[in-house]
């Protein structure tokens, strides 16, 4: 599996996506900050994290549409699904991979925070708690990325299905209280992921809404291994 993972991790900088990936989201993360801090007046950065979610669901595409629709379309994805590694490492190997390079990206423009320090106070247990949840935001997102990718040999169909769907999810709270159905509301409920959020913006510790992100992640992980493993086998 680490084989596998150190090769689609050097893949996202032998081409420029993870080059790209990295500066975007530096540049925008950098300017959406300094606008709710430091041109509002402000060191809450709370808002600024709740902000950076739809960011993410623009990005993390980016950087998983090419996990398993690229393998299809170059027909390698073959010699990964009959290699000796089993199929649930790989789809793990490029989990982790894609994650590491969001992650990273996350925590190196956490670094701007530090530079807020001059204009006030800042809230230790709300902006430790905004970044943790963004780490785990980020960390069920890149697993839909990885299921839509594996669905799929286009990696622009990967990417705005992706896109879609984690609108879908960012929303779903929305639609909940338009919604008078009872099962779609508890469909609903059950995939929106800003609303559990909104509990680490208090700077508070919900563990049930981190077993969310974790349940969420390990779902589509899941399926994702599915996938292939019907494929395999087909």
Not at 143 to 168: C, D, H, Y
Request: glycine residues 4%; hydrophobic residues 50%; positive net charge.
């Amino acid at each position: 599996m680490f084989a596998v993972y150190k090769k689609e991790l050097r893949s996202y900088f032998t081409t420029p996506l993870g080059y790209i990936f990295c500066a975007v989201y530096l540049a925008v993360s950098g300017f959406m900050l300094s606008l709710f801090t430091v041109h509002s007046g402000s060191v809450d950065v709370s808002s600024y994290f709740s902000l950076m979610i739809y960011l993410n669901i623009i990005l993390i595409p980016i950087i998983t549409m090419k996990s398993f629709a690229e393998e299809r379309k170059l027909k390698t994805e073959q010699l990964l699904v009959t290699s000796p590694v089993s199929v649930s490492s790989v789809v793990t190997a490029k989990f982790l991979a894609s994650y590491t390079i969001y992650a990273l990206s996350l925590l190196v423009s956490c670094l701007y925070i530090l530079g807020l320090q001059s204009y006030g106070t800042i809230n230790a247990p709300k902006t430790y708690g905004c970044i943790f949840a963004m780490l785990l935001v980020g960390m069920s997102f890149v697993a839909v990325g990885i299921f839509i990718s594996s669905l799929t040999e286009n990696i622009v169909t990967a990417a705005v299905g992706t896109m879609g769907t984690l609108l879908l999810m960012a929303f779903a709270s929305v639609l909940n209280s338009r919604i008078d159905i009872y099962i779609v509301r508890q469909i609903l409920s059950w995939v929106s992921v800003y609303s559990r959020y909104q509990y680490f913006t208090y700077g508070l510790f919900d563990v049930s809404a981190a077993l969310y992100y974790v349940s969420i992640t390990v779902v589509f992980l899941f399926l994702a291994v599915r996938v292939h493993d019907r494929r395999r086998w087909a």
